[in-house]
């Protein structure tokens, strides 16, 4: 077990696991981050921040945005075409989940586009209730086009060469403190949208 926190709490530890991902070849990283988009509970901020140590910024951050952009599109294609009628079912047994999709039909691509830039969004059920409402297959496209580019570039950059927090204890508390206020910003903004649906639905 001391084996296994050491790989984690260290700086050869992560350099160890970083070459380890690196062998396993590049486009393992945006396979990971294709499925994380069917299977949520997968940490996508994880995989973004293994992609961009182990590949480099640029070419991590481009497997990393070209695999969440192709996998949320393929869900919600999945849904649109194949998978209407269950998913419809599963919503319409959310009372919350009922009022997002109709505050989609209404006014879905500012309200899209904004969720969907926050990485704590659980974007898995937003694709899903994009792919029942009227929101077309173009439109959806381009809302995560742009961002999922804003939500990527802004893990990668936190997240970036992580070994350097053990020569850098400043720039790991800006970090820190950088996705506390994402967090935080994230559940500010769907307080914002619960007040908003209810306001416009009643």
């Keep these: 077990m001391s084996k296994y926190i050491e790989l984690f709490t260290t700086e050869e ?3 160890q696991i970083f070459e380890a991902f690196d062998g396993l070849g590049i486009f393992v990283g ?7 988009s069917f299977l949520p509970f997968l940490p996508l901020i994880a995989i973004v921040i293994l992609n961009t140590n182990a590949y480099g910024f640029l070419i991590g951050f481009l497997m990393s945005y070209l695999g969440s952009v192709v996998g949320s599109y393929s869900v ?13 079912a599963y919503i319409n047994r959310h009372p919350t989940l009922v009022k997002m999709r109709q505050f989609v039909d ?12 926050l990485p704590f969004t659980p974007s898995s059920v937003v694709n899903l209730i994009a792919g029942i409402s009227n929101i077309s297959k ?9 961002s999922k580019f804003i939500m990527i570039l802004s893990i990668s950059v936190v997240g970036y060469d992580v070994t350097a927090f053990f020569t850098s204890p400043a720039r790991l508390l800006i970090s820190v403190i950088f996705l506390i206020v994402l967090y935080v910003l994230s559940k500010l903004y769907e307080k914002y949208l619960e007040r908003k649906m209810n306001n416009h639905l009643e």
Excluded: A, D, M, Q
């Design 13 to 15: 530890g992560l350099e």
């Design 30 to 36: 945006l396979l990971l981050v294709f499925i994380e």
């Design 76 to 88: 919600f294609l999945i849904v649109r075409n194949f998978l209407k009628r269950p998913t419809t």
């Design 106 to 117: 209404t006014r879905g691509f500012s309200f899209l586009f904004i969720l969907l830039s």
């Design 138 to 146: 173009r439109v959806y496209l381009y809302i995560l086009i742009g």
